[in-house]
């Protein structure tokens, strides 16, 4: 099993609220783009991602768990990549809960409780790391 | 043929990424600096800066499946082009009109979308310069505005 | 190394911040001035922008803004609901949050919401929530104000210019928020516990002038009885004649006995209820109440009610329990006057309650025990009614333990001057009059009459002479004396016959004049019981001049 450790300064990243890409692909090879919102760090080794909406991107992934994704970085503008592996979804514990818990918020702010219901939260294991 | 409004969707759009995938089929991010429809109507041709672009014309000589998300900043109002990579080239002069007017239109929508948070040079150094123009037939045309009806194909139309 | 040094300073001067912080939120107990230290920390020490305290209203389930900093005008008194926006949330779930870009969240939502729209989805969608705080803060933290597992509130940061406050911030903020938290519980027990301290006190106080009330009521109601008690000494049982003196000296053995029961006896006037009083205020029970009742002035039912109380319901208009006189009179003594009057089924529980000292009271099953000496009077002759079986010869005997008996005013006529000095003496007092004696001729005619109503009638005699007396010395023609009445002189009918209701009429009248409205004088001028006096004001409509 390939993995790799985030480094600290990429959770300022992740926090940065600059919407995020991430790329998946299905079995029989076609990309898939999204433009997501945020990504959660979990720990060194995974990060979290909110299933909401798009559901292509979770039908690929449990057909093919590779995953990429690309954050901006303000501060220096650099991009950083990061190459995940799909490992499961979760709808419920800590990590659902502390996910739920964002988005019920910010839902219920918007008027949009019961639309903006979490799924699952999506659970990736970080391969690789690099920064461009 | 690229549907009119949705040539006319990208003409507005501010920001847009592009993922092609390898011989494992892992998936690999490109984000863009410039996006126009090609001439024939039927293509759009993506300017991709350098970071983005190492071994990226071989990568799709053997894979040419292409995807193209592009998203007006603000709105949300997103839409995915999928097709299939059809050639590439060094981008150059005649590139440059249309990367320096999408960076503006990036600069633009984040300014106006974040009143005016971060200094242009930061917005602007997101769009670098291109050194690849790849272009792709556009197959598939999917909503992909964040909503209940996000994943929805367009064009062709459904059913 | 430079940015090293300078986080290093950076962190030492937080520590010294949370130290102040802390040191200053622990020398008080005043909740305004925990707000302004915690406030102040984050929005000038800190420079958090904009910060809210909300307390949590147990009542309504809802947090309520009591402080806020960096505002225009803050928001005080806003209420949010639990598990509405950040705030709600972070108080529902107990968990502190932290949110950034909230702009591209709210852009975001705009747009779900646009397609939701367009697909005929609309009905689902919810209303934006007005919320305390910047429509257009872009970050906020939001940290819950825990006691162990119970919500205090909510301590809440905003800004608009940063896009997202960093976990260092937020670590910060929880810091200063936990501290926040111990002190507003530690001030909200301290003001609780002030707050009853002081309607304890106020209780304490109005319990105080309550039994400072009492105790005055109940000084006066003790010099009242002191002073009823020094009122009927042996003395006022006036009376310089032999029988009198035998009278005063039987009350005084009598008194000192412990005999439960007496029953005076004698004719109407001659000072029963006098005697009772004397009985009561010249033996040991004088300190405890004297209760005194007519027999014939109530229906059997009412009086048994008075006599023994009742129970709550045992009876229409019976809304409440009463206690009887008997209840109330425990220690002292009751005074059943005109007791050939009480009826038979009453005079059967009388006469257990004297046999053993406890009754029922109406409607009531349990026994109710009471110390009290009954003092029966009568001007019946009750040995005629037993024996005519109107009265219950077990009862007489009962009541007879120690028999009183008043002789008539006939029977010592030598005390009648006595007397009508006594009455001069306290009428003259009472008028304000200069009445200063009576004349021989007058005390010599009062001395030959018969006087049937005994002392009573001769008191009133004095009393209307002294009232009407013109001059200082009283004479024959003062008084009213009953010997013409008795022969049946006093008034002629006129052969045309009268109005007797305009003359009942103006009789009464001129007697209320005469008495200044003193409806007791003027019965007594009319020789007739106050009641019938009280039926005739009533029936002529006649009112005093002032309410007229």
């Given at each position: 099993m390939v993995a790799a450790t985030l480094p600290d300064e990429i959770r300022a990243v992740l926090d940065n609220g600059v919407p995020c890409i991430l790329a998946t692909c299905s079995s029989d090879g076609v990309p898939n783009t999204t433009i997501v919102s945020e990504a959660y760090y979990v720990d060194p080794g995974h990060v979290a991602l909110s299933f909401q909406f798009f559901s292509k991107t979770i039908r690929n992934v449990r057909e093919n768990p590779h995953a990429a994704l690309c954050l901006f970085d303000m501060e220096d503008t650099s991009f950083w990549l990061l190459e995940l592996e799909y490992e499961h979804s979760e709808t419920a514990g800590p990590i659902f809960e502390e996910m739920e818990m964002r988005i019920e918020a910010i839902a219920s702010i918007t008027g949009m409780s019961g639309i903006f219901k979490l799924k699952a939260a999506d659970i990736y294991r970080v391969r690789a790391v690099s920064r461009v | 043929m690229i549907p009119g409004v949705m040539a006319e969707f990208l003409g507005r759009a501010s920001v847009a990424v592009a993922s092609t995938r390898d011989a494992r089929k892992v998936p690999h991010i490109h984000f863009l600096c410039g996006w126009s429809v090609g001439d024939d109507g039927r293509s759009v041709i993506c300017l991709v800066p350098a970071a983005f672009s190492d071994k990226l014309p071989e990568s799709l000589a053997r894979h040419a499946d292409f995807a193209m998300v592009a998203e007006v900043i603000g709105p949300h109002e997103c839409y995915q082009f999928k097709g299939r990579h059809v050639d590439s080239r060094p981008a150059g002069a005649a590139d440059r009109a249309v990367y320096e007017s999408c960076r503006q239109r990036f600069v633009d929508a984040v300014q106006r979308h974040t009143r005016n948070r971060f200094a242009d040079a930061i917005l602007r150094a997101?769009?670098?310069?291109?050194?690849l123009a790849v272009r792709f037939e556009v197959q598939e045309i999917f909503v992909?505005?964040?909503?209940?009806?996000?994943?929805?194909?367009?064009f062709p139309p459904e059913g | 190394m430079a940015q090293l040094e300078q986080e290093l300073r950076q962190k030492a001067e937080e520590v010294s911040v949370l130290r102040s912080v802390s040191t200053r939120i622990n020398a008080t107990l005043d909740l305004e001035r925990i707000y302004d230290i915690v406030l102040h920390t984050m929005?000038?020490?800190?420079?958090?922008?904009h910060a809210l305290i909300l307390l949590l209203d147990?009542?309504?389930d809802a947090l309520c803004v009591v402080a806020g900093r960096?505002?225009?005008?803050?928001?005080?008194?806003a209420r949010v609901e639990l598990g509405m926006g950040v705030i709600g949330t972070v108080a529902r779930k107990k968990k502190m949050m932290r949110v950034g870009n909230l702009s591209e969240q709210r852009a975001y939502a705009a747009a779900v919401r646009r397609q939701v729209e367009q697909s005929g989805?609309?009905?689902a969608l919810g209303s934006i929530p007005a919320l305390?705080?910047?429509?257009?803060?872009e970050s906020q933290v939001a940290i819950p104000l825990l006691i162990g597992e119970r919500l205090v509130g909510v301590f809440f940061v905003e800004s608009v210019a940063r896009t997202v406050f960093s976990e260092r911030d937020e670590t910060l903020i929880a810091i200063v928020a936990n501290l926040c938290a111990s002190a507003i519980h530690n001030a909200q027990l301290y003001r609780g516990e002030q707050r009853r301290r002081e309607s304890l006190e106020g209780t304490v106080a109005e319990r105080t002038r309550e039994l400072q009330r009492t105790h005055r009521e109940l000084s006066v109601v003790h010099e009242l009885r002191a002073k009823e008690a020094r009122a009927y000494?042996?003395?006022?049982?006036?009376?310089?004649?032999p029988v009198m003196r035998e009278l005063r000296a039987l009350l005084r053995k009598i008194v000192k006995s412990p005999a439960s029961t007496i029953l005076i006896t004698g004719?109407?006037?001659?000072?029963k209820d006098l005697a009772a009083k004397v009985l009561h205020y010249r033996s040991?029970?004088?300190s405890a109440p004297f209760m005194t009742i007519t027999c014939?002035?109530?229906?059997e039912n009412l009086l048994e009610s008075e006599l023994f109380g009742h129970e709550r319901g045992?009876?229409?208009?019976?809304h409440r329990r009463k206690q009887g006189l008997l209840e109330l009179a425990d220690g002292g003594s009751v005074f059943l006057d005109e007791?050939?009057?009480?009826g038979a089924s009453l005079q059967a529980k009388l006469l257990r309650f004297l046999e053993e000292k406890t009754f029922k009271r109406v409607g009531g099953s349990e026994d109710t025990r009471v110390d009290v000496r009954v003092i029966a009077a009568t001007n019946r002759d009750l040995e005629t009614m037993v024996r005519e079986g109107r009265f219950r010869e077990d009862l007489y005997y009962r009541l007879r333990v120690l028999p009183v008996e008043l002789p008539p005013l006939a029977a010592r006529t030598g005390d009648v001057p006595l007397l009508v000095r006594l009455f001069l003496r306290r009428f003259t007092r009472e008028f304000g009059k200069e009445v200063e004696d009576v004349s021989p001729e007058a005390l010599a005619q009062l001395e030959a009459?018969?006087?049937?109503?005994?002392v009573r009638e001769l008191r009133n005699a004095v009393e209307r002479a002294v009232l009407l007396a013109e001059g200082r010395i009283l004479g024959p023609d003062d008084f009213r004396l009953p010997g013409p009445r008795a022969s049946g002189d006093a008034f002629r009918l006129m052969p045309?016959?009268?109005?007797f209701e305009e003359l009942e009429r103006s009789l009464v009248e001129q007697a209320l004049e005469l008495a200044r409205w003193n409806r007791a004088r003027a019965a007594r001028l009319l020789g007739m019981p106050r009641d019938w006096l009280r039926y005739r004001v009533e029936k002529f409509g006649l009112e005093p001049p002032d309410t007229a």
């Open positions: - | 997101r769009f670098r310069e291109p050194r992909q505005t964040p909503g209940p009806a996000a994943g929805r194909r367009l | 929005h000038d020490v800190f420079g958090f922008g147990e009542e309504d960096g505002y225009p005008e803050p928001p005080l008194g989805g609309a009905g305390p705080g910047l429509p257009d803060a000494d042996f003395d006022e049982i006036v009376g310089a004649s004719a109407n006037g001659t000072g040991s029970r004088a014939s002035a109530l229906a045992a009876f229409t208009d019976a007791i050939g009057e009480m009459c018969d006087w049937p109503g005994n045309g016959g009268l109005e």
